[in-house]
């Protein structure tokens, strides 16, 4: 069961979780789950498969299910004519336009995408926490020491998108952003249980990093982490080119995943709630264009 914080109703909210048994299966079972996990489910191989299912029209059947399933309000995103032609369209569609809500003053710092979100401060780079006693350096994750050592005692902030959720991410200022890196790397679930059960998750799966020369915010590294079914990560912004705030700079194909910004040190104010639901081991649950914390 995974309990987040909704900060618009002040109340927290048990999250519907996609394949929630075979999840808990996979990651709890010491044999054949364990087994299945690690010669298939983790590999490129499968998450191909269906990535190639999930773009093919056959998988379109499965659409009306899924937005009944976890009550997604699809008044908020655009529908092609003659509707969406296979699952993976569905799965990384954008908003309408007018739903698009950006907080457009400089200061106030936005979330990059709808997810759920985790914030330290302070952090160290040698040890910055996946979940409860579980940690990972920066240095690993993105396999760049030099780049690693600028956010030390600075902020780290984890969006995990769900598979109901909207799967754009955007920017969160005016700026200009350099050239993505991909690392290679598995496809584990970022689902909770997951990150419970495999150490330095985040620096085994498939990644892409960034840095992001910003307008208000310094140079802020931007990581997306694929996963379990993810078909790729697509960038759509052009390196070294401007942009603004709100732009899109990419999108998930289908299935879960996870974007990690990486604030220098006193360049950032997150907000008070979401620091104490974090500090009581809770995500809290924030749109694209949202305000989550002030520039220092």
Same mark, same amino acid.
């Given at each position: ?39 298939? !489910? ?10 190639? =299912?999930?773009?093919?029209? %056959?998988?379109?059947? +499965? @659409? &009306? ?110 700026? !200009? ?10 496809? =584990?679930?970022?689902?909770? %249980?997951?990150?419970? +059960? @495999? &150490? ?97």
């Amino acid at each position: 069961m995974i309990k987040f914080y909704n900060r618009g109703n002040k109340k927290y909210q048990i999250e519907k979780v996609a394949g929630n048994w075979a999840i808990n299966w996979i990651y709890g079972s010491r044999l054949v789950g364990a087994g299945l996990l690690h010669f298939l !489910i983790k590999r490129r191989i499968a998450s191909r498969i269906y990535g190639i =299912y999930c773009s093919m029209s %056959v998988s379109r059947k +499965k @659409i &009306e299910k899924f937005i009944r399933d976890f009550n997604i309000d699809m008044d908020r995103f655009e529908v092609p004519e003659g509707g969406y032609r296979n699952f993976n369209e569905f799965f990384y569609r954008k908003l309408k336009k007018d739903k698009i809500n950006i907080e457009k003053e400089d200061r106030l710092l936005i979330s990059p995408c709808d997810g759920k979100v985790l914030a330290y401060q302070n952090i160290d780079i040698d040890m910055i926490l996946q979940v409860k006693d579980i940690t990972y350096s920066l240095r690993e994750l993105i396999g760049d020491y030099n780049v690693a050592e600028k956010y030390n005692k600075g902020t780290c902030l984890i969006f995990r998108l769900c598979p109901s959720d909207y799967h754009r991410f955007n920017f969160i200022d005016d700026g !200009i952003c350099q050239k993505t890196n991909n690392l290679k790397g598995f496809y =584990y679930s970022v689902n909770p %249980v997951a990150l419970d +059960k @495999i &150490e330095k998750l985040f620096c085994e799966n498939k990644r892409q990093w960034s840095i992001f020369n910003s307008k208000n915010f310094g140079d802020i590294l931007y990581v997306e982490v694929g996963a379990t079914f993810v078909g790729s990560i697509v960038q759509v912004y052009e390196p070294k080119e401007e942009v603004e705030r709100g732009d899109e700079k990419g999108y998930f194909k289908f299935g879960a995943s996870t974007v990690i910004l990486f604030f220098k040190e006193n360049t950032v104010i997150i907000d008070d709630d979401i620091l104490e639901q974090t500090q009581m081991g809770y995500e809290t649950f924030v749109y694209m264009g949202e305000k989550i914390g002030v520039n220092k």
